[in-house]
């Protein structure tokens, strides 16, 4: 990194650095958000396969849980720079990554991360390998959040997945 160069987090980015460390989030306002926010953006699928759990952020499930086959390479759905890896033990190891636009995508459960916070990643590039860790996981998949502004987004009305 070039001297005197650091990442300074967006307000949106920061609140869910907080949440991912524990600090209580203070009440954050919805943020309206339509198909032409990212209307000229092209989202890679993170992983091909069959949707098991779908986004209801009533019930505390702010993503997709997406099945696919053991060992199945895990891909950055568009630019960005990873902004937190880690190990959790509800959701195993996670890569966070930030993207133009104020958009973060989160992978969960992941059996092996190959990116280090701070690196730049390409649309399409392999960040992680499928896996089966923590807690809350019955077998090898991926929970994919994808947050704008600090707000869940449904991933399937922007990728798809099968």
Known sequence: KP???VYQPS???QSILDEFQGLPLESTPVVGVSNSTFMET???PPIKGVLTAVFSPKNDHFGVDVVAKENEPVK???GGTVIWTSWTLETGYVISIQHSNDLISIYKHNS???KHTGDVVRAGEIVSVIGNTGELTT??????E???KGTPLNPKEF????
């Open 11 to 13: 307000a949106g980015t």
């Open 42 to 44: 092209y989202f890679f």
């Open 159 to 162: 990728i798809t997945f099968d």
């Open 76 to 78: 950055a759905i568009a």
């Open 139 to 144: 077998g090898p998949h991926l929970h994919f």
């Open 3 to 5: 001297e005197g160069l």
């Open 112 to 114: 092996v991360i190959l």
């Open 146 to 148: 994808l947050w704008y």
